[in-house]
């Protein structure tokens, strides 16, 4: 079994993919990357392709199997799904990446039973290339999507690329089911209310940052989404009620999990407290323990050559109700003179205040200090930016909340307002090298 003959057992004539605006069957879906399948070429250096407006480039082959591995670079969500599910119809192995990637690591060896790659930056920062087989994502589909409340008749919105895989996984995921996913390419949280009213959406999925413009920006409520689904950042109990005020009937799962190892834990709404590291419980058929305050991960879900247990190198522990909390990645863990201070509590501190949108915590190395950078949500920007007197009332409103929730050593020496954070165009995550 491959992704495209998942795709083929779907009813030809049900609604698939609305992109934008415009609506494609499975059996469009299937023709278009027929087509494209059929079409694809290399260049006679063998090393680039042009498929539509999508960009194939080979950036390596194992010459013992013949196996090669190419890029999707793209801007279109409808682009990057029907080049990487045109890729793997004939056997070779797509890996949606960026799209304004420069650099990109080197392929010595592809394993024979891998149908697909992703890239990720890892702890280093330096790309690194990792690879699945179908079985890892497929055989975990039926169980994350009876939790996420999906099935044939799902409709689910999502805005974003492919590139990050907690898209691409949720969008197959979808496609598993024979559902329906509804996706805007532009970050316009205006025009996403009447895609989401006109389409019948019933399942919202978007990372915090994104999620958290919607009580701003929609003007009705919607009593039709059922289930959101957010995950790769924190999202606390306030902000789950200020998305039940707009969503009444929803309900809404935070989870926890990563390229190396798929879904690791989960929380609901009901279940949320005033701590935003709360990461929840294991999903089923997923082992987490953690070990002098790092967390490891047995499951079978996981990338091609991982051996569990495995750390991802984050932090966290367990309450004594076997709930998980999120500390940071070891490497947020920094030194402030002679002291271990964590980046991510002190984000998360920061974030429980009102009307704060999102927190990054960055270490002056050449000072030895620490940074907070801090967005303000939209709805008091105009009057915390109205002139300097309110913006320090505000900027001194976080400091005195902080002093109470953190110890005197893990306070920021400066706080810089914003009055939005910085984000990486295709993962939507806060672009860390923007604000330094």
């Not at 709404?269 to 997923?286: A, H, Q, S, W, Y």
């Amino acid at each position: 079994m491959n992704y495209y003959k998942m795709i083929c057992e779907k009813e030809p004539e049900k609604l698939a993919i609305v992109e934008d605006g415009i609506p494609y069957t499975y059996g469009e879906l299937i023709q278009v990357i027929d087509e494209v399948s059929a079409n694809l070429s290399l260049n006679e250096d063998k090393m680039y392709g042009l498929v539509n407006n999508g960009t194939w480039k080979k950036i390596g082959e194992d010459e013992k199997n013949g196996k090669k591995v190419y890029t999707i670079k793209s801007r279109s969500f409808l682009e990057q799904l029907i080049l990487f599910i045109a890729c793997n119809k004939i056997g070779i192995i797509p890996m949606i990446v960026q799209h304004d990637i420069t650099e990109l690591p080197k392929i010595t060896e592809i394993p024979d039973e891998v149908c697909m790659a992703v890239m990720t930056s890892g702890t280093t920062g330096i790309p690194k290339i990792l690879y699945r087989t179908y079985e890892s994502w497929c055989d975990f589909f039926p169980i994350q999507n009876e939790i996420f409340g999906i099935n044939e008749k799902s409709r689910m919105f999502v805005q974003g690329s492919l590139a990050f895989t907690g898209n691409l996984n949720l969008i197959m995921a979808q496609l598993f089911a024979g559902a329906v996913t509804i996706v805007e390419n532009k970050f316009n949280p205006k025009r996403w209310e009447k895609a989401v009213k006109h389409w019948d959406v019933d399942v919202i999925y978007l990372i915090p940052s994104k999620l958290m413009c919607i009580p701003d920006c929609f003007n009705e409520k919607n009593v039709n989404i059922k289930m959101i689904l957010s995950g790769s950042q924190s999202l606390g109990k306030k902000d789950a009620e200020a998305l039940k005020k707009i969503f009444p009937n929803t309900k809404v799962i935070l989870y926890y999990g990563a390229s190396e190892l798929n879904y690791i834990s989960y929380v609901t709404d009901e279940n949320m407290n005033t701590k935003r590291n709360l990461i929840g419980k294991p999903f089923p058929n997923v082992d987490v323990s953690v070990k002098n305050g790092e967390i490891y991960v047995t499951n079978d879900f996981h990338v091609y050559g991982v051996k569990c247990p495995f750390s991802l190198k984050d932090r966290g522990y367990f309450d004594d109700d076997g709930n998980l909390y999120f500390e940071g990645r070891s490497d947020d863990i920094v030194g402030i003179r002679g002291r271990k201070v964590s980046k991510a509590k002190i984000e998360a501190a920061i974030c429980e205040y009102d009307n704060v949108s999102e927190a990054a915590v960055v270490l002056e190395k050449e000072k030895d200090i620490l940074t907070a950078y801090v967005s303000v949500k939209e709805g008091v920007r105009e009057s915390v930016f109205n002139n300097e007197k309110t913006c320090a009332e505000f900027e001194q409103g976080i400091y005195r909340y902080i002093r109470k929730k953190l110890a005197h050593f893990e306070m920021p020496r400066k706080i810089i307002l914003l009055k939005e954070m910085p984000h990486n165009v295709d993962t939507g995550k806060i672009d860390i090298k923007s604000l330094k």
